[in-house]
């Protein structure tokens, strides 16, 4: 059975993959080993279209694979070289194992893409640092190599499978959405939110995922998240019940709706960008109306359910604003105008060496899930190797395959690929056994048997899980070794032998090596992460309670940024690992209220109206406690997340229009701000409460025994 059974499309897809590797191999390998009379330089192109186009998943489609694999020829000739020059010591290959294995496995910081590739790299260097030493056939080995790898890229762009959409066209698809939205009686809000759904980097396919580190790879992730936030602010504001007429708002909607438009346009032409600062005039000249509306006598200022909505129309406005500067990145590769602020737009202005030199640096950490994968790829590399040079295993290379190809992110997600891929192989192994045995020294039906076996192998595995790739894979073996140079059944044992070996010691480095993969990690990183973002929610009040004439403390976010990503990373492999697992906690939830508040410490003190003598002080008084109780909370929250104590529940200070002093477009924007996190973190808390018992109430919080959630 698969582990994962495929769509339609995903089939067809597979198909055609095998078709490409196959073609490509039997196009550089049968001339070269029958025409040209070359065994080593044939073995380099079947093995070269096999590690790039089968072993290594390069997301994209026909062109754009073939560029990435054009790419990365040279370093896969590097490569080749470097193995074939340190398998002159048993001690030279594993220190360059090391080295290599570490430095391809943590390539996954730069995308999908290198991400996609770094196995077929790490191969070029496993086959060439295994005995013999033959300096001398480095000539053959290159030479194979590259046409292998040219083999293949000519056959993605003969034989593509169907493009994708690409992000920007995405964005601009929810766009047009967002503008009819804006819109009186525009679109439901389900649709609103199905439409922002379509935006999460997890219905993306890979090659289309804005994950570099340069300016427009981030201004497209960061343009989908305010797209994502516009979206569900739409569909949240077309839920609210029905006020009374407030033409300020239907004017400001008006603007963002024609934004939309705009910037949908501006995403998949390049021609006609929104006017520069046009919405944030807007939106001053709405703070302004509502500073006029306020100073009105009591009896003719407009209900606070009007000020309520009038503050969610700011907050979509200010989502809206952001979609335009992430536009004019995304699509000139810097903004032609000054990106306001410019803590949220940090990368705007820096270089591109600069950029990727922060995601490098900002992985090398133990908490960065990425640094840990690498680590542990390295070190199980490095130790079949020596494993295999120093017990002299006849065919070494699979030892190491093993661990690369079976190895996964958890002890237990290991486990389960060893015990199929071992019992695939044992089928494997007889089958070829007999096939060996009965065909002996018969090197023409080897040759006419390679090409189907590899089409059924490279098509059927895939489909069927582990245990058939594996089996299958062996057959692929068998009749392709046949052909080079005289083998018996023991050819089959052999394999056996090394990918028992191999499984073993990916299985070692998964259980001493975080064998619960993101599991912990995703809860320390959640826990930072609120409580790095925690801190910018008295920082935000004081900025809105002081007088115009006042200081404004300017929010240092960085830190929550920096977590925000290193949480997201954990995240995403926890999904992975665990796409079934029964766990109530809603670490999406998490990563929206973390957003919420960076965004709030910003667009609050940058658009949120301050009083000309500060605020009055029962309204200071009850915006501080709420700021210290949305703390506390928080804390609690992290507590849970960590296996900590948390401290008791506090009651939440109650906050209400009745209260004796009338709400002001200050205390109207930070209350809505506030309530609404106070209702996320509630979800939130009562996601990581364990189920009521069958015998009594559910456990409250200060009850709740200290192991996390999940």
């Not at 039997?26 to 192109?45: E, K, N, R, T």
């Not at 929610?537 to 920096?562: I, K, Y």
């Not at 709030?600 to 658009?607: E, N, Q, S, V, Y």
Request: proline share 9%.
């Amino acid at each position: 059975m698969a582990d994962v059974i495929p769509t339609g499309q995903e089939r067809a897809n597979i198909v055609r993959r095998a078709v490409r590797v196959t073609v490509a191999v039997s196009a550089g390998f049968y001339p070269l080993l029958y025409g040209a009379g070359l065994p080593v330089m044939a073995l380099y192109a079947l093995f070269a279209p096999i590690a790039v186009g089968l072993l290594s998943p390069v997301p994209g489609s026909g062109p754009q694979r073939a560029s990435v694999m054009l790419r990365a020829l040279p370093p896969a000739l590097v490569l080749a070289t470097l193995g074939t020059l340190l398998a002159v010591e048993t001690w030279a290959a594993v220190a360059g194992m090391l080295v290599v294995g570490f430095l391809l496995a943590f390539a996954a910081v730069g995308g999908p893409r290198p991400m996609g590739v770094a196995p077929g790299l790490q191969l070029f260097y496993i086959l060439a640092c295994f005995p013999p030493y033959a300096p001398g056939t480095l000539g053959e080995r290159l030479a194979g190599l590259a046409i292998g790898v040219l083999l293949l890229a000519a056959c993605e762009l003969l034989l593509p499978d169907p493009p994708a959409a690409s992000y920007p066209e995405r964005l601009a698809l929810a766009l047009a959405e967002a503008a009819r939205g804006a819109a009186p009686g525009g679109v439901p809000p389900e649709k609103l939110r199905e439409a922002g759904a379509r935006l999460r980097l997890a219905s993306v396919p890979s090659a289309e995922r804005p994950a570099g580190a340069g300016r427009t790879d981030r201004a497209l992730e960061q343009g989908g998240r305010a797209v994502r936030r516009l979206l569900d602010q739409l569909a949240t504001l077309a839920e609210a019940p029905p006020v009374a007429a407030d033409p300020a708002s239907a004017a400001l909607l008006e603007r963002v709706a024609g934004l939309c438009t705009t910037c949908s346009r501006f995403l998949r032409t390049g021609d006609g960008p929104p006017a520069a600062g046009a919405l944030e005039e807007a939106m001053r000249d709405f703070q302004a109306e509502r500073v006029r509306l306020a100073s009105l006598p009591p009896g003719e200022r407009p209900p606070v359910e009007v000020e309520r909505r009038q503050s969610r129309v700011l907050a979509l406005a200010e989502s809206a604003r952001m979609v335009e500067i992430t536009a004019d990145i995304a699509t000139h590769g810097r903004p032609t105008e000054p990106a306001a602020p410019r803590e949220l737009f940090w990368y705007a202005d820096l270089s591109t060496p600069r950029l990727w030199a922060r995601r490098v640096v900002g992985n090398v950490t133990f908490r960065s899930v990425l640094f840990q994968n690498a680590l542990r790829t390295a070190l199980g590399l490095a130790a079949a190797r020596a494993v295999a040079g120093s017990l002299d295993l006849a065919h070494g290379f699979w030892v190491l395959l093993a661990v690369l190809t079976l190895g996964r992110t958890t002890a237990g997600a290991t486990w389960q690929a060893v015990r199929r891929a071992v019992a695939g192989n044992a089928a494997g192994a007889l089958v070829a056994g007999a096939l060996l045995i009965g065909l002996g020294t018969h090197t023409d039906v080897y040759a006419a048997l390679l090409a189907p076996v590899m089409l059924a192998a490279f098509a059927l595995g895939p489909l069927l899980g582990v245990a058939y790739a594996q089996g299958l894979f062996t057959l692929v073996v068998a009749t392709a070794f046949a052909q080079i140079e005289p083998v018996t059944w023991r050819l089959s044992e052999a394999r056996m032998i090394d990918v028992v070996t191999g499984s073993l010691i990916g299985l070692l480095c998964g259980l001493l090596a975080w064998p619960a993969g993101a599991r912990r990690e995703v809860h320390r990183a959640m826990a930072g992460l609120l409580r790095s973002c925690a801190e910018l929610v008295p920082v935000t009040a004081e900025a809105l309670l002081a007088p115009t004439g006042g200081s404004r403390a300017s929010p240092h976010t960085l830190p929550g940024v920096h977590r925000l990503r290193l949480a997201e990373a954990a995240y995403a492999q926890y999904r992975t690992e665990a796409p079934g697992e029964d766990t109530r906690a809603d670490w999406h939830a998490m990563l929206i209220a973390a957003n919420h508040m960076l965004l709030g410490a910003h667009w609050l003190p940058r658009f949120g109206l301050r009083p000309e003598s500060g605020a009055t002080a029962p309204s200071a008084a009850r915006a501080r406690a709420t700021a210290r109780e949305l703390v506390a909370e928080t804390d609690r929250i992290a507590s849970l997340l960590t296996g900590e104590r948390p401290g008791p529940a506090r009651r939440r200070t109650a906050r209400t229009a009745s209260d004796s002093d009338p709400p002001t477009p200050l205390s109207v924007d930070l209350e809505v701000w506030m309530t609404s996190l106070a209702h996320q973190l509630t979800r939130i808390e009562a996601s990581l409460r364990p189920p009521p018992g069958p015998d009594g109430p559910p456990v409250t919080s200060s009850q709740r025994r200290t192991a996390p959630p999940g």
